[in-house]
């Protein structure tokens, strides 16, 4: 087991770092990239600030939100103003396209090499970056995915059409109650297919993608494999970088590159098998 003893140094400068993760990337059997929200954050997908501003003035001038996340869970008066904000949240979100390149350079750099990818982001930008989807294991749930809210059964549902009506249709923030989905089976309503409690629904798509997962795993065990972290922090850490120190720590052909803004840490155990790397994903990327 890794300690809780952690350093933010791994030998070399800044360029030697990044020449190491080219011949790490070069010379390995596998690459499993795992990806939090640092990633979609550099590729521009902000929460707040002009972004938010520009898609929600009017939520902000009404309850004074700072931001599109805590907006979120805000408790709306009635199914038509809740999916008036999250049918534009969604939209921005999930069927645009990030502002930069970020998810396509990393394409670029493994589409060639035996990857993987487990992420927790919902927003699917690896798919639209060309990603094979056979290949990706979203651990957390689908923006364009929605769910019986109860649920009473487990299957979800694709939203784009009814999104698009949504955005198309709403005034005064709010949606027609014509428009509010609601479960063609036992008639609740629906809500999104993301983990926020233990209502969330592990459809069949979302078991094969772990049993993926789990055979990647399988079948490279002991081999030269690169564990590449890409933005996650620590809100949950269980799902990526603690099983990525603890696969690195048990395999000593395997290496561990953590790429993030302020929190590039590995532990002492797995130091000297791992480069940290303290700076935007987009730009390392780009030189990578």
């Not at 699917?124 to 990706?136: I, P, S, T, V, W």
Request: charged share 20%; glycine share 8%.
């Amino acid at each position: 087991m890794c300690s809780r003893i952690l350093t933010t140094q791994s030998t070399g400068s800044y360029w030697d770092k990044i020449d190491k993760v080219k011949k790490e990337m070069k010379h390995a059997d596998a690459i499993l990239i795992g990806a939090g929200a640092g990633l979609s954050a550099s590729a521009g997908f902000t929460y707040s600030g002009k972004r938010f501003e520009e898609y929600f003035p009017d939520f902000i001038g009404k309850y004074g939100f700072r931001d599109m996340y805590s907006a979120g869970f805000y408790p709306y008066g009635t199914l038509e103003e809740y999916w008036a904000y999250w049918s534009r949240y969604i939209d921005v979100n999930r069927y645009q396209n990030p502002p930069k390149t970020v998810y396509s350079d990393l394409y670029n750099l493994v589409q060639d090499k035996n990857y993987f990818v487990l992420t927790t982001n919902v927003d699917h930008c690896f798919q639209k970056a060309g990603f094979d989807k056979r290949r990706l294991f979203y651990t957390q749930g689908d923006y364009g995915l929605w769910q019986c809210s109860r649920p009473c059964h487990n299957q979800t549902y694709d939203n784009e059409a009814v999104i698009k009506k949504m955005i198309a249709a709403q005034q005064n923030m709010r949606v027609p109650s014509s428009l509010v989905p609601r479960c063609p089976v036992c008639g609740a309503p629906m809500s999104m297919n993301l983990r926020a409690d233990n209502t969330f629904v592990e459809d069949d798509g979302w078991h094969t993608a772990a049993g993926r997962y789990q055979d990647f795993i399988h079948r490279h065990k002991g081999l030269h494999i690169l564990y590449l972290e890409l933005g996650v922090g620590g809100n949950t850490p269980g799902i990526i970088k603690y099983p990525f120190w603890q696969m690195t720590h048990d395999n000593p052909n395997a290496v561990y590159v953590c790429v993030n803004y302020g929190e590039a840490v590995c532990p002492q155990e797995i130091k000297k098998r791992s480069i940290c790397i303290d700076g935007d994903i987009g730009e390392v990327l780009q030189l990578l």
